[in-house]
């Protein structure tokens, strides 16, 4: 490659080997200044110890990532960035990553106030929910927070559809979820049957998906299928609860055969949010809706008089289960963020302080009618 200007015919191989990858002109554009210096683009497929496998127009190259910022875990090359790699070199390293338009964060599961990076780049997030076992509503509201905060579209696949052959049972578990999934597509597959999956395949189909879900929930059995092969190790869940052992121990990005690419993720026990607000918004939209017509605009739902939500409840209109799961979400976003923003967490201590002599004031006055 030359130094000083970009290399048309390296552009050209980078459309048509990496296209197939998701590479589009925007990425073309956003490459061009890491062009003129001589770097080849690629798509990172695999994460591993420090390094990864990336895609190039040269085949598939294994660089080194400790060039790219690697005290802070949001700023890791992860599985479906777009990067930088040096054309040589022993080591060979990533030199930076594109902007990134999605991604999917969490919080890490030690607790402490850092997020860890999921997958970048992704349109689609497959929540694949097991059949098997009892419906938890809420960890897939949990998920799909996680997902539409990160930017991407949401779905929810109900994996082992075979294990309930009742027709009339099996739409009731669609809708169920699908009331706790506003604005998402609920798909019934069974991957065992063959079933489901050619809708599945033309939903995802030529941008790129993420395969989210715990161990047990059958998605390397749902990654198989898609991919038309044994790619991913599928071991039986445990009969007692239904979950299943890690088979997926890192991320990978993979080809379908019929157009697009997916990322198959190890199964997560914990789905721990991180400044996730918006995306609890729009998974709980009803109950965000109801609140605009709240008397207090900082209504809490929780007893206030002219609540708009409450009186959804009373009303039926609103499941509790459905208020309680976005409370207990709201304040776990609450707590993540105000680790790291002291304004926030600042405001957090004048709220309950405000509360509390609420409570108080009631107390001392219920005390002194009853004398």
């Known amino acids: 490659m ?49 390094q990864c496998d990336v895609v190039t127009p040269d085949g598939v190259l294994r660089a080194d990532t400790a060039f790219v910022t690697p005290h802070d875990p949001l700023r890791v090359v992860c599985t479906g960035d777009w990067v930088a790699v040096e054309p040589d070199g022993n080591p060979r390293y990533v030199r930076t990553y594109l902007p990134r338009r999605t991604a999917f964060v969490r919080s890490t599961s030690s607790k402490r106030s850092e997020g860890q990076i999921l997958a970048a780049n992704v349109d689609h997030a497959i929540v694949a929910v097991s059949l098997a076992v009892e419906l938890d509503l809420a960890r897939v509201e949990r998920f799909l927070a996680l997902a539409w905060e990160s930017g991407a579209q949401p779905l929810v696949v109900l994996t082992k559809a075979d294990l309930v052959p009742d027709p009339v049972t099996l739409a ?119 609140a605009r017509d709240c008397r207090f605009h900082d209504c809490a739902h929780e007893s206030e008089p002219g609540c708009a939500v409450l009186a959804a409840i ?19 976003n609450q707590r993540i963020v105000a680790k790291t923003d002291a304004r926030l967490r600042a405001e957090i201590r004048k709220e309950w302080k405000r509360r509390g002599a609420i409570g108080k004031a009631a107390m001392e006055a219920k005390r002194g009618h009853l004398r």
Not at 272 to 278: Q, T
Request: aromatic share 4%; glycine share 14%; charged share 20%.
């Open 2 to 50: 030359s130094n000083a200007s970009p290399n048309t015919s390296s552009v050209s191989d980078a459309q048509q080997v990496l296209a197939t990858y998701g590479w589009d002109e925007s990425w073309e554009a956003e490459f061009a200044p890491y062009d003129a210096e001589g770097l080849l683009p690629g798509r990172v497929v695999r994460v591993d110890r420090g």
């Open 172 to 290: 009731h578990l669609v809708q169920d979820v699908e009331t706790s999934a506003p604005g998402v597509t609920v798909l019934a597959v069974s991957a065992a049957l063959g079933e489901g999956l050619d809708v599945l395949a033309a939903v995802v189909g030529g941008g790129t998906a993420v395969l989210l879900g715990q161990s047990g929930a059958g998605k390397s059995t749902l990654a198989n299928a898609l991919l038309g092969e044994d790619v991913m190790d599928v071991q039986a869940t445990r009969d007692a609860d239904g979950k299943g052992r890690h088979t997926t121990t890192t991320r990978n990005l993979l080809v379908m055969p019929g157009g697009g690419v997916f990322i198959d993720t190890p199964g997560l026990r914990g789905v721990g949010l991180w400044d996730a607000g918006g995306g609890v918004g729009q998974v709980f939209a009803e109950i965000e809706e109801l």
């Open 314 to 332: 009373d009303d039926g209109e609103l499941p509790e289960r459905r208020l309680e799961s976005y409370r207990k979400l709201m304040r776990e």
